[in-house]
């Protein structure tokens, strides 16, 4: 039986909170939950989590918004962050940054038109023994040069090839 | 994964006999395990210095039916990286501290508050957690202590870095935004769901386990009298050898600086983004929580490197990780950053030079939590050991 996103996305929400405590606290692992399975936390899902958790919905969008990993919006399938922070500047940030654009063809806080990257940035990843650092999803590269970055991303590339049919629904 | 292993000398963790602190501790009863822990004169490894018996006695004194043991594995602080190494090659450690803790001030429920940056560490330690419940070493009856129950819940982070501190780590537990909360009532009371809870850091919990294998004097006869004991350092930056190195409390930072490999230096940030900046003057000055105290991070700053530099990069992190809760954190880190762009251009004058310390003393003595008491500190410190550096700067300067 063919069942309508919105319908499934409410039975995962029911689950999730069930299997996290169902009280409150469950609210963040079951906004990870949503984004893993969903690609991002739209307004429906937002306002299912509030009428489960008998919170307002403004707080859940609270919630979403303060966390820098939680988004609201479609971004890349996958998500290239390059860690800004002192270590990794000293190592040679800059020019990997420059690079990354290059490659991409986006400036940080862009995704990509085919939708594969976005691009952004992130503090401190605990790699500064090992600078410039960068996370794909939840990949990490460490000591990057500007001259690894097309390899890096190629090996993404061939990845989405493959799995083009799981593509994240829309919601 | 691309990643290289860390340097590291010998560390303590390396040679532990696993579960021989649990045993000890299982064996004594609870009032014995923190007399124990309180003769070691442990003190939090996360940076404040708290000493670890104090703690766990307020919880265990405090009445309760229910009771957390928390990890802090939010480690987010620039230049720190000690906890992830500890957390991929020494869990079972840690999660032994957290069973010994759950023991000692009677808890049922442990929860590791692991970084979303670090997700790769959540299936291995998962792995560890169900491993050690095969074990009998979590669960019901530990290691056939009838009546001792303890599990452990693995929470993951979302890319805040307030959420290291303490009380905004419970409000994200509790799911509410990570803004951080007057204290007190302090979490050993008021904690997680209102209930008495103890937040220790990863290392913390690694040497509680060690101590109650070993013994508190072991430790204590390590290190200076008001910091006993040894301690992770991550070392960053411009050195031969950066990594993990493990040093009793009361090396200077010479000593340091030797053992890495580090030579002509200007420079060291101690402490990472929250800590303080030291010149090369004060080099002899000790690593201890009566001289300089630190959570571990040391990025190395060689003579070529710009201070004011370092001053912006620690600015535009602070504004970006703000919660926002409180104003002098809030708009604080925004004027400081503007000022410390206009020492950048060479357009800032004396007076308003000083008037941007005086800002940053304000934001020491008036923000809500220790991310914005301490937000103020690298760029003061910078501006206090390098004005020469830092004023009257002409294009040419900005362009080298």
Known sequence: ?171 | MSTMKTITNTLTFSSVEPDAGLKAALSKSRADVIAELNASNLKGRGGAGFPTSVKWNLAAAAKSDKKYVVCNADEGEPGTFKDRLILSDYANLVIEGMTIAGYAIGAKTGIIYLRGEYSYLRGPLTAIIAKRRAANLLGADIMGKSGFAFDIILRMGAGAYVCGEETALIESLEGHRGESRNRPPFPVDTGLMGNPTIVNNVETLAWAACILGKGGDWFKSMGTEKSAGRKLFSVSGDCARPGVYEFPLGITIQELLDAIGAEDVKAVQVGGASGHCVPAGQFQRALSFEDIPTGGSMIVFGQHRDMLDVAINFLDFFVEESCGQCTPCREGNEKLLEGALLLEEGRCSMAYLKDLCALGESMQLASKCGLGQSSANAFLSIVKYFKDEILGRTAVAQAG
């Open chain 1, 1 to 171: 039986m063919l069942v309508p996103v919105q319908e499934r996305l409410r039975q995962d929400i029911e689950g999730w909170i069930a299997a996290n405590g169902g009280d409150r606290g469950s609210l963040i692992p079951v906004l990870q939950e949503v984004q893993k399975k969903y690609s991002r936390i739209s307004d429906y899902a937002m306002q299912v989590i509030a009428d489960q958790l008998d919170i307002h919905p403004v707080e859940v969008h609270g919630v979403v918004s303060f966390y820098s990993f939680l988004k609201e919006e479609h971004k890349g399938r996958f998500e290239v962050r390059l860690c800004r922070t002192i270590s990794c500047d000293m190592a040679g940030r800059d020019r990997v940054a420059r690079q990354l654009e290059n490659e991409l063809g986006i400036s940080f806080g862009e995704t990509t038109h085919d939708g594969r990257f976005s691009l952004e940035w992130a503090n401190c990843l605990g790699m500064c023994d090992q600078g410039p650092a960068l996370l794909v999803n939840e990949q990490v590269f460490t000591s990057v040069t500007p001259e690894k970055i097309h390899d890096i991303l190629a090996q993404f590339k061939k990845m989405m090839d493959i799995n083009v049919f799981q593509q994240a629904e829309e919601h």
